[in-house]
C-alpha cells in the first residue's frame, strides 16, 4: 500500500531537514556493493542508513499522520496450526535480521540507525470462527484494513504490526504490516516466507531450523556505502 513518487515540499522541511537532502542530492548513484567490499561494522559503532532508506525516511518524517510507507503482508495457513510454535519461529527470525529490530533517529542533523539487541513479540489471535462465513471475511478485511492504516512510529521500535486471525480451526491467517524503510517485496519472497517457513517446520519435527548464519546485515551495507 506505499504511495510512493511525490517529494515533500521544501517549505514543510526543517533547515535540518534542507541540508540533509542538499547533501543527499549532490550524492552520485548508489554503486554495485560485491559481497567481498563489505565488512561487518565494529561493534557499538554508530549506523548510519542508506541513500534509499534516508529518502523515505525524509519522505514519511513530513507526512508523519499518513501511513503511505505501510506494506500489508497475509500469509495464510490451512490445516493444523499452533500459535505458539509460530510466535516462536517469528521471534527468531527476528533475532537473525537485524533490519527488523532497527529503529531511526536524528543527531546532530544525521539520521542513524538504532539496532535493538533483542526484539520479541507477542502474537496476538483474535477469534471469528464462529461468525457466518460472510461475517467472517468482512470482519477480517476491516481488522486487517484498521491495522494497516494506523501510521507506523520510525523512532520506536518495532516498524511493523502483527495480528493473527483465526477464521476457522483449520484456516487461520498472519497478518503484518511493516514500513517500507525495514522491507521489500524481494526480502518478502526470498527471505521472509521462506525462512519462517524453514524455522515453523523445523521446530514443529523437534529439530533446531537448519540456517546459514547471517554475515552481513542490511546495516553493514549501509555503513558501507557511506565510505564511497
Known sequence: MSIKGTTPELKDLSEAKRRLLALRLKGAATPAASVDEIRPRPVGARTPISIDQYRIWLHA??????PIYNE???IGYRGAFDLGLLETSFNRFLER???????????????????????????EMIDLSELPRAEREIEAKRLATQQALHPIDLKTAP???TLVIRMAPDEHRFHLVLHHIIFDGMSL???????LAAIY???????EPLLPNRALQYADYAAWRQKQ
Open 61 to 66: 518524517s513530513v507526512q508523519l499522520e499518513l
Open 72 to 74: 500489508p503482508v497475509t
Open 189 to 195: 519472497t526470498q527471505t521472509f516466507i521462506p525462512e
Open 159 to 161: 516498524l511493523f504490526r
Open 97 to 123: 535480521h537485524e533490519a527488523w529490530r532497527t529503529s531511526f533517529f536524528v543527531e546532530q542533523d544525521e539520521v542513524l540507525q538504532v539496532i535493538h539487541s533483542e526484539l520479541k513479540v507477542k502474537l
Open 201 to 207: 517446520s523445523a521446530l514443529e519435527s523437534g529439530a
